[in-house]
């Protein structure tokens, strides 16, 4: 008895699925972290201070009111300071190395407090420049106009400064704001939001409670509130837009916005379909 053999049929392999938007995580930042430029700038200021061996002397005055001669003397084994030697002018001591790291640093945190405690749209921004290249010109025009000597009034205001702190100061501010900057990123996973293609999940609190919404007709706004914190860590606003909810959820401190706007935009191009079999929806059943 024989049978006709079956046709051997080629074995198909299915394509590998494409890979899919697996979504994207939101942090929102304390604006702290806008100190980071201040951090850095003690650091630079510490390097410089120990370039110049820690001179924190005022040179204005003679240096036996800061060391004692005697004491200099069998400590180091140095000749004793004259008490008459020559000191330094005000208006040039304002210009010494010891005194410029420390207006350097005051002035970056003058920026960054101003950074934190203001916000600056672009318009304002740029009103506010505006505004001081018109007072400089009108400065300069009237100083031409009237023989007017107007660095004495500057010469005789930073002569009377004289900002120094020691190389010490200076690393004890950068470890302080480093061991803060770690602190925030330990925590960031506190509360944090999850945007995947078919849900938005909202990871809040110590143990990690989950509150869900869908994306369905899901809409977003990109804001920039204020320039200065763009500029430094192109942090920005995002404000979504959930069907059914009342609120607005509104995330502020988002860094690298334009990224996360981005990458946004690709989640909500797609919308994730599963497709179950019957036996998998009778397991899902049981």
Same mark, same amino acid.
């Given at each position: ?167 010490g100061f200076y690393v004890m501010v950068f470890v302080t704001l480093s061991l803060v900057f770690l602190v925030i990123w330990l925590t960031r996973w506190l509360d944090y ?24 007709? &899901? =809409? ?6 204020? %320039? ?6 192109? /942090? !920005?606003?995002? +404000? #979504? ?22 990458? &946004? =935009? ?6 994730? %379909? ?6 998998? /929806? !009778?397991?899902? +059943? #049981?």
């Amino acid at each position: 008895m024989s049978s006709d053999a079956k046709p051997s049929t080629p074995m198909t392999t299915e394509p590998m699925p494409k890979h899919r938007e697996q979504g994207i995580r939101i942090f929102m930042w304390p604006k702290v972290i806008f100190l980071y430029p201040t951090a850095i700038v003690s650091l630079i200021c510490a390097m410089g201070m120990q370039i110049i061996d820690d001179r924190v002397h005022d040179p204005s005055r003679p240096l036996s009111e800061a060391v004692d001669a005697r004491q200099f003397k069998q400590a180091n084994g140095a000749p004793a300071v004259n008490e008459n030697s020559e000191t330094m002018d005000k208006l040039d001591r304002f210009w010494t190395p010891q005194n410029l790291l420390g207006m350097l640093f005051l002035t970056m945190l003058a920026f960054n407090l101003l950074t934190m405690g203001l916000d600056l749209p672009r318009f304002s921004i740029i009103a506010v420049i505006f505004g001081i290249l018109m007072v400089t010109f009108f400065l300069l025009w009237l100083g031409s106009r009237f023989e007017l000597d107007l660095m004495k009034p500057i010469h005789a205001m930073i002569s009377h400064i004289y900002a120094v702190a020691n190389r010490g100061f200076y690393v004890m501010v950068f470890v302080t704001l480093s061991l803060v900057f770690l602190v925030i990123w330990l925590t960031r996973w506190l509360d944090y939001w999850e945007i995947l293609p078919n849900e938005i999940l909202h990871h809040h609190g110590p143990l990690s409670d989950l509150e869900r919404y869908p994306t369905m007709n &899901l =809409k977003f706004d990109k804001e920039i509130p204020d %320039v200065l914190e763009y500029v430094l860590l192109g /942090a !920005g606003r995002l +404000v #979504l837009h959930i069907p059914n909810v009342s609120k607005a959820m509104v995330m502020d401190n988002v860094l690298f916005i334009n990224r996360k706007e981005e990458a &946004l =935009k690709r989640v909500m191009s797609r919308l994730e %379909v599963r497709v179950t079999t019957d036996s998998e /929806a !009778g397991e899902a +059943v #049981l």
